[in-house]
C-alpha cells in the first residue's frame, strides 16, 4: 500500500532533486514534489510515512526545521 507524507516548513528555493536523497534515507521514494515551502514524498512502502514522520520531526535542513505528517488519505 503506497504512502504520502505531506513535508512542511521547506527552505526558500529548495527543489525536489535537493531534498530527494534525504527521503531516499528511510525508504525507496517513488515520488517527490516541492510546491513552494511544502512537498509532498511518495513511497511503496506503507512503514516509510510512520519511520520518516518520526525522523524527520524538526529536522535542520538548510536552517529550516522540516516537519512531516502522514497523509491519511491517499488513492
Same mark, same amino acid.
Given at each position: 500500500?503506497?504512502?504520502?507524507? !505531506?513535508? *512542511?516548513? &521547506?527552505? @526558500?528555493?529548495?527543489?525536489?532533486?535537493?531534498? $530527494?536523497? &534525504? !527521503?531516499?534515507? @528511510?525508504?525507496p521514494? =517513488?515520488?517527490? %514534489?516541492? +510546491? *513552494?515551502?511544502f512537498? !509532498?514524498?511518495?513511497?511503496?512502502q506503507?512503514?516509510?510515512?510512520?519511520? +520518516?514522520?518520526?525522523?524527520?520531526?524538526? @529536522? %535542520?535542513?538548510?536552517?529550516? !526545521?522540516?516537519?512531516? =505528517? $502522514?497523509? $491519511? $488519505?491517499? =488513492?
Amino acid at each position: 500500500m503506497p504512502a504520502k507524507v !505531506f513535508v *512542511g516548513n &521547506l527552505p @526558500y528555493g529548495v527543489t525536489s532533486e535537493m531534498i $530527494r536523497p &534525504l !527521503f531516499e534515507h @528511510y525508504g525507496p521514494v =517513488t515520488e517527490c %514534489d516541492v +510546491l *513552494g515551502s511544502f512537498g !509532498f514524498v511518495v513511497s511503496i512502502q506503507h512503514n516509510f510515512a510512520v519511520t +520518516l514522520v518520526f525522523s524527520i520531526f524538526k @529536522y %535542520d535542513f538548510m536552517s529550516a !526545521f522540516v516537519v512531516a =505528517t $502522514r497523509v $491519511r $488519505r491517499f =488513492t
